[in-house]
C-alpha cells in the first residue's frame, strides 16, 4: 500500500509541474515591447548559461528540463513585476536615493580619515577594528554577505515549493552570489573598468556641451540676422506674443503623483551633503568656512525658491529613465551589449598600454570636465581640481572600491527584494 501511495505522490507533482510550466510557457507583462525584450534576454540567458552545460548531457533530447527552468525564470519576472508594482515608485526611489548618498558620504569619510592617518590599510584596519574597512575588507566577510543578498532576493523570487528544497536554494545562492553579484561586484571595483566609464561619460558631456555651446551661438547669429532682416521687410507683418507663443509641458506621466515637499527638501539637503564631503567643506576644515557659508546660502536659496524647479526636474528623470520606453531601451542595451547580433561576446582583453592610456585620459576628464563651470566658480577652481585628484586616486584602489560596491549592491538591492 505504501508503494502505491509513493506512486500516487509521484504522480501527482509531476502533473503539478507539468501545470505550472503551461501557465509560464510564455511571458506577460505590463508593458507588450518589454515583454518582447525581456522574454529575449532569457532565451539569450538559457542559451549561454544552461544550455550549453545541459545539451551535452542530455543525450536523448528531452525537452523537460529546459522548460521548466524557463517557466522558472518566467515566474520570477512576473513576481519581481508583482514586488515592483505594491511599492510606489516615489518611496523606491527617494529609499534607494537616501541610501546611496548616505553610503558614499560614510565612505567619503572613512576614505578620509584613511588618509589623514598617514598610516597603510593593514595598520589602519588593526587600529581602527570598528570601521567599515576592517569589517568587509576581508574576502571571506565580502562572500557571506553576497551570499545574504542572494538568500534576500531567492526568497523573494522562487517559488514556495522549491523553497522547500534545501538543495536547490543552495545551488541557486551560490550561483546567484558568486557568478552573478560576485562577478558584478569584481567587474564594478576594476579601475579599469570605472576609468573607461568615466571617459565615456564625460566625453559624451564634453560633447553635449560643445553641442549646445555651437548651437547657443548659431542660434543668436540667426536672432541677429534675423533682426537685420525685420528692420528693412514690410510692416505689415504680425508677430506674435509671448503670452501666445505655448511652451511644451514637462515630459511627465499624467497619472504620477508629485513628489511631497518634505522629499524634496530631503533631496536638497541630501545633495548639499555629498557636496560638502566631496570637497571637504564640513565644519572640521576651517579654511572652508567662507565657501561653507556661501553653500549654506545657496542651499536656502534653492529650498526657498526653487522646490518646484527640483521636484520637476526629478519627476522628468524618473520618467526618462523608469518609463516603460526607457526600461525596454535598458534591457534591450544589456542584451545587444553581451550578446551582439546574438551571440555571446565576453569583453575584449585589454593591454597594459591601453589601460594606462585610459587611466591618464580619465584622470584629465575628471579634473577639468568633471564640474560645472557654475559650481567651479563657488567653489573654487583649485578646490575642485584638488577634490577630483582625491576622488581619482580613491577610484584606484580596487581594495576600497569593493567594499564600496559591495554597499551600494546592499543598498539598492534590499529595499526592492528585503
Not at 534545501?166 to 558568486?178: D, H, K, P, S
Not at 505655448?246 to 545633495?271: G, Q, Y
Not at 584622470?363 to 573654487?380: E, K, N, S, V
Amino acid at each position: 500500500m505504501p508503494v502505491f501511495a509513493a506512486v500516487s505522490d509521484t504522480e501527482e507533482e509531476s502533473s503539478t509541474e507539468d501545470q505550472f510550466v503551461s501557465a509560464h510557457q510564455t511571458l506577460a507583462l505590463f508593458y507588450p515591447p518589454l515583454t518582447l525584450a525581456v522574454s529575449s534576454a532569457i532565451e539569450l540567458f538559457l542559451k549561454q548559461f544552461v544550455s550549453e552545460w545541459w545539451v551535452p548531457l542530455n543525450e536523448h533530447n528531452h525537452p523537460a528540463f529546459l522548460q521548466s527552468v524557463r517557466a522558472r525564470l518566467h515566474a520570477a519576472t512576473a513576481n519581481l513585476e508583482k514586488i515592483l508594482f505594491k511599492q510606489k515608485k516615489h518611496d523606491l526611489v527617494m529609499s534607494t536615493v537616501f541610501g546611496v548618498a548616505n553610503t558614499l558620504i560614510i565612505h567619503m569619510r572613512e576614505c578620509r580619515a584613511y588618509e589623514d592617518s598617514g598610516i597603510s590599510l593593514d595598520t589602519y584596519i588593526l587600529h581602527y577594528p570598528h570601521s567599515a574597512f576592517a569589517q568587509l575588507l576581508s574576502r571571506e566577510e565580502q562572500e557571506n554577505q553576497l551570499r545574504q543578498l542572494a538568500t534576500t532576493i531567492l526568497k523573494r523570487l522562487m517559488l514556495k515549493s522549491d523553497v522547500g528544497s534545501g538543495v536547490l536554494v543552495c545551488l541557486l545562492r551560490e550561483l546567484l552570489a558568486t557568478h552573478l553579484l560576485g562577478t558584478l561586484m569584481k567587474t564594478c571595483s576594476d579601475p579599469d573598468f570605472i576609468n573607461c566609464l568615466m571617459v565615456k561619460h564625460l566625453l559624451k558631456e564634453t560633447v553635449e556641451q560643445q553641442a549646445l555651446s555651437l548651437l547657443k551661438r548659431s542660434k543668436e547669429d540667426d536672432d541677429v540676422r534675423w533682426f537685420k532682416r525685420k528692420s528693412t521687410a514690410d510692416s505689415q507683418i504680425d508677430i506674435p506674443k509671448r503670452e501666445e507663443i505655448k511652451t511644451r509641458p514637462p515630459h511627465s506621466s499624467p497619472n504620477e503623483a508629485p513628489l511631497p515637499t518634505e522629499d524634496v527638501e530631503l533631496l536638497i539637503e541630501t545633495t548639499f551633503a555629498l557636496v560638502v564631503e566631496l570637497f571637504d567643506l564640513s565644519t572640521k576644515n576651517n579654511k572652508a568656512w567662507v565657501r561653507r557659508s556661501l553653500l549654506n546660502l545657496l542651499r536656502e536659496i534653492v529650498r526657498r525658491s526653487y522646490t518646484q524647479l527640483v521636484a520637476e526636474h526629478y519627476n522628468d528623470s524618473i520618467q526618462a529613465l523608469l518609463s516603460p520606453e526607457a526600461l525596454t531601451q535598458h534591457v534591450s542595451e544589456l542584451a545587444q551589449t553581451f550578446w551582439p547580433q546574438g551571440q555571446w561576446t565576453p569583453p575584449p582583453h585589454r593591454s597594459d598600454d591601453e589601460k594606462q592610456s585610459t587611466k591618464r585620459q580619465a584622470r584629465t576628464l575628471l579634473m577639468h570636465h568633471a564640474i560645472p563651470g557654475t559650481l567651479r566658480q563657488l567653489i573654487g577652481d583649485q578646490n575642485c581640481t584638488q577634490s577630483m585628484e582625491t576622488l581619482w586616486t580613491r577610484l584606484q584602489d580596487p581594495l576600497l572600491n569593493r567594499v564600496l560596491i559591495l554597499q551600494l549592491l546592499e543598498r539598492t538591492l534590499k529595499p526592492l527584494f528585503g
